[in-house]
């Protein structure tokens, strides 16, 4: 039997360089490539009133937490992810990590709480305003 190949996971100390040197809305804007404003204010009116579902812990985002988001996401494509008080890094190099790791675009950050988006690959529940590139 083979194995399958270990996942390359992001340098999580790389994305915090990177994410210290940007604002928060500039964060989302990197980690939700090909939303629009609009778009991003959609989901975060439909997030308002979600409990966090997945948790990033004392070790950080791991594997493991890439994978519970990405069973949520498959679940209902609109998830919380609350960082506790021990995580290890901040809530933009998560959000930079998750968007590298799971392919969800980050739609919002709130503190230590951001909120991801992924539609369902075969049937989307979520339906989005237009962008521009739509309409035309």
């Known amino acids: 039997m083979n194995d399958p190949e270990p996942l390359e996971l992001p340098d999580l100390d790389a994305l915090e360089g990177e994410a210290d040197a940007l604002s928060r809305g500039a964060i989302v804007a990197k980690a939700s490539p090909g939303?629009?404003?609009?778009?991003?204010?959609?989901?975060?009116s439909l997030g308002h009133s979600l409990?966090?579902?997945v948790q990033v812990g004392h070790q950080?985002?791991?594997?493991s937490v890439a994978g519970a988001?990405?069973?949520?996401?498959?679940?209902?494509?609109?998830?919380?992810?609350?960082?506790?008080?021990s995580a290890p890094c901040s809530v933009g190099a998560a959000a930079l990590w998750l968007h590298a790791v799971t392919g969800a675009d980050v739609v919002q950050l709130l503190?230590?709480?951001?909120?991801?988006?992924?539609p369902h690959p075969d049937k989307p529940e979520i339906r989005l305003p237009?962008?521009?590139a739509e309409d035309g």
């Open 60 to 63: 950080g985002p791991t594997a």
């Open 111 to 118: 503190g230590r709480t951001l909120l991801a988006y992924r």
């Open 35 to 44: 939303r629009t404003g609009k778009q991003r204010r959609h989901l975060r």
């Open 51 to 53: 409990k966090a579902t």
């Open 69 to 85: 988001l990405d069973r949520e996401l498959l679940q209902r494509e609109l998830v919380k992810v609350r960082l506790l008080e």
């Open 130 to 132: 237009k962008s521009p």
